[in-house]
């Protein structure tokens, strides 16, 4: 299993320009969400999915776009990139661990975004 | 809204000094908090899953744990291998959850 990937994993934008990044997870996850993480800080919800289909709003998701149309999917999308978007992007799937009832959240590598 | 406030924001230890690591959590209806460890330039790391007030869960050189109000990360004799950042997360609602700004934990041999 490769868990969960991310692809880019590094990038660079001008002001205004757009992109996608793209998560994958290949344990038939159900919830998948989308992180931004600032230098110094926690982790801050963009938008989640609670399923293929699905997707709602986290706690800071103005400037950002989602879409879960597969189920091992979870793309994010900047329309129009601006400077304060610049930050560390993580993805995760949450599902239990093997051969037991406890429930986490397993997290990609990252993508470094840096908007000029 | 829910909360979390994770204390100190930085510890420095000597090895083999042990310590304890503090998440508060304001949140209604607590499905589970999470403890995570993040090494500088990776996704975080699970640790450990705590469901209700009481509950204790160990790993090697860490115990985790909860009460009503905050949980608690204990480090026994930690090693260098343990500096990380350690992150606290509480899920409060289906699909949802919210993070600490996390603490640094640097251990010098």
Partial sequence: ????????????????????????????????????????????????????????????????????????NFLLGLESAAPSQTSVYFCASRGQIRSSSTDTQYFGPGTRLTVL | EDQVTQSPEALRLQEGESSSLNCSYTVSGLRGLFWYRQDPGKGPEFLFTLYSAGEEKEKERLKATLTKKESFLHITAPKPEDSATYLCAVQARAGKSTFGDGTTLTVKP
């Fill in chain 1, 1 to 72: 299993n490769a868990g969960v990937t991310q692809t880019p994993k590094f990038r660079v934008l001008k002001t205004g320009q757009s992109m996608t990044l793209l998560c994958a997870q290949d344990m038939n996850h159900e919830y998948m969400y989308w992180y931004r993480q600032d230098p110094g800080m926690g982790l801050r919800l963009i938008h989640y999915s609670v399923g293929e289909g699905t997707t709602a709003k986290g706690e800071v998701p103005d400037g950002y776009n989602v879409s879960r149309l597969k189920k091992q």
